[in-house]
């Protein structure tokens, strides 16, 4: 006997629901009625979808699943933030980090399963790239965070940040297609100036996504504005240089007229020296930015340690005195792993 393997629902459009629907004999409107379930309800059993017939539901279950995500162990780390392990359907996992602030709940979402970069200091490079997610396996981490933000704080998801595990920009069809359902009225309808896509600065992905007229903000894993040194601890500059880069971010601010934030570690004998910070200086004077001075998570790695706060205010400073909005960033969720490159699946 062949047993066909059954389709993810959610892989199917709107129209193909419909066609589906009618291909059986009935009615286009069950279609809108099954979206609003996989999507805005989150449904993730056809058994919840109590305004269909039981027939309906079977005829469902004989032909589909619904590929949601599960979240596999939730940890709380003192400070409130939360680190979830998301078990995908086929048994790998990812994590995603939900960031209470004063004023903000902040889903920190990831786009592949391990990562391809492999930049020296951040723990995910060691797990390697395994795949990309689908869109609705980052649609369903922004759905996890948002309920979880409204069962323990009691209060709604108001910002979404591509900084979890991977390189959005190299899965970028599906961030883009998980986004659209983000921000979509049939989705969670969020605004796209809360969404912030962050990037190892793959300049001709920036220029694409220029182009494609994106409305989310973009933010840039700078760590140096030298190449030399960005490219011993970023190999990824090797191939695209600090140049391609500038040369992208000045395409991306003219037709986007949205200012980039650079994400900027400070390490001990890295670049802890005033040549760096003016190196980083002269960068930031291409388009109009701000830069988030980030703590160093370290990753059981000899290698980087924090530079002292005296070279960090140094930093600050300078970029400050040059009209730059500078921000020292105090690391969250340090206790449990679910801090910026701490990623790693330590589970
Ligand atoms: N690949 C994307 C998305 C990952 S975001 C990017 O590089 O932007 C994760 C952020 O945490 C990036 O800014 C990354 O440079 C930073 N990061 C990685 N390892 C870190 C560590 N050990 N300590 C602090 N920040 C780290």
Not at 100 to 109: E, L, M, N, S
Not at 112 to 123: E, T
Not at 301 to 321: K, P, V
Not at 330 to 343: N, P, V, Y
Request: hydrophobic share 40%; with cysteine.
């Amino acid at each position: 006997m062949i047993t066909l393997e059954k389709k993810d629902i959610r892989k199917l459009s709107l129209d193909e629901l419909k066609e589906f629907f009618v291909t059986q004999g009935d009615k286009a409107f069950r279609a809108q009625q099954v979206h609003e379930w996989l999507w805005k309800k989150s449904a993730k059993d056809f058994d919840q979808m109590t305004n269909l017939s039981i027939q309906t539901r079977q005829l469902l279950k004989d032909q589909f699943t619904i590929n949601h995500i599960h979240v596999d162990k939730m940890q709380r780390s003192e400070d409130g933030t939360i680190k979830n392990a998301v078990k995908l359907f086929d048994g790998l996992i990812v994590e995603s980090v939900l960031i209470p602030t004063k004023d903000r709940i902040t889903a920190c979402v990831s786009s592949q399963v391990g990562c391809s970069l492999d930049c020296k200091f951040c723990a995910t490079a060691r797990l390697k790239r395994m795949r990309n997610l689908s869109p609705d396996e980052i649609y369903d981490q922004v759905v996890a965070i948002k309920q979880q933000a409204e069962l323990f704080f009691n209060r709604p998801l108001t910002n979404i940040v591509f900084m979890g595990m991977g390189e959005p920009l190299l899965n970028y069809t599906n961030v883009i297609a998980a986004i659209d359902k983000i921000t979509s009225p049939e989705g969670l309808n969020m605004a796209s100036k809360r969404i912030t896509v962050s990037t190892v600065g793959i300049a001709k992905m920036i220029i694409k996504m220029a182009d494609d007229g994106v409305k989310f903000n973009l933010a840039v894993s700078l760590h140096d504005a030298i190449n030399e040194t960005r490219s011993a601890i970023m190999p990824i500059n090797e191939t695209n240089s600090l140049e391609e880069l500038a040369e992208a971010l000045k395409y991306w601010y003219k037709k986007t007229k949205r200012k980039v934030t650079y994400e900027y570690v400070v390490w001990k004998g890295i670049n802890d020296t005033e040549e760096h910070a003016r190196a980083l200086i002269k960068f930031c004077k291409h388009i109009p930015c701000k830069v988030n001075l980030i703590e160093y998570n370290p990753i059981d790695d000899g290698d980087f340690q924090q530079a002292s706060d005296e070279a960090i205010h140094m930093y600050q400073r300078l970029l400050t005195q040059h009209g730059i909005i500078a921000r020292i960033r105090k690391s969250r969720g340090k206790d449990i792993d679910a801090a910026c490159g701490q990623l790693a699946n330590k589970n």
